[in-house]
């Protein structure tokens, strides 16, 4: 198998390691790792498995780093249809989510995916669905969680109320008598 070589100039040991200093995110350090990788030597093949991904990737990433030089680290844009949801809003929901629904005109008492939704609707005109409204909930750093629902003790006074209200004869002795076994 033919060993793959960096060929542009751009590309050396010390820039790609500058870069990696300076940029956040995981997939460009990982790309910068494989190209260093190549530098010293490595096969893609080895490169792809060490990283757990296939070696046409490797390849790919190479191929565009040789025709690019270093712009071949970045991804480019990927299209994509506009949030209808701008940071402007985003940022006024991340405030009303520091109080309650109701205080934002909406009569729930806990924010989830509908309320969310709810809310965004009437404040800024903006329709999402539930799932999108979760996922914006989870963007903003919040979880979902569901309610710890309480059952209250009854009281002494109290169940037995419930047991007289639940059988189907009364106690009351003017109503004690027997209903008629006849069918006409």
């Given at each position: 198998m033919k060993v793959l070589k960096i060929t542009n100039a751009e590309i050396t040991r010390q820039r790609l390691l500058e870069m990696a200093e300076n940029i956040s995110g995981a997939w460009i350090g990982i790309r910068i790792a494989a190209f260093l990788l190549v530098l010293s030597g490595w096969k893609s093949t080895d490169i792809a498995s060490l990283f757990g991904l296939?070696?046409?990737?490797?390849?790919?990433?190479?191929?565009?780093?040789?025709?690019?030089?270093?712009?071949?680290?970045?991804?480019?844009?990927?299209?994509?249809?506009?949030?209808?949801?701008?940071?402007?809003?985003?940022?006024?929901?991340?405030?009303?989510?520091?109080?309650?629904?109701?205080?934002?005109?909406?009569?729930?008492?806990?924010?989830?995916?509908?309320?969310?939704?709810?809310?965004?609707?009437?404040?800024?005109?903006?329709?999402?669905?539930?799932?999108?409204?979760?996922?914006?909930?989870?963007?903003?750093?919040?979880t979902l969680k569901q309610p710890a629902y309480r059952f209250v003790q009854a009281s002494k006074r109290g169940i037995k109320g419930f047991r007289v209200s639940l059988k189907k004869t009364s106690h009351d002795p003017k109503r004690s008598k027997k209903p008629n076994d006849s069918f006409c």
């Open positions: 296939s070696r046409w990737s490797i390849v790919k990433w190479i191929r565009k780093a040789n025709k690019n030089g270093l712009a071949g680290v970045y991804d480019k844009q990927r299209p994509g249809r506009p949030s209808r949801i701008s940071d402007a809003c985003k940022r006024e929901l991340e405030t009303a989510l520091e109080k309650p629904p109701k205080d934002s005109g909406v009569g729930r008492a806990r924010w989830d995916g509908v309320v969310v939704g709810e809310y965004l609707k009437r404040v800024h005109g903006v329709t999402i669905r539930v799932r999108r409204a979760q996922q914006l909930l989870h963007e903003l750093g919040y």
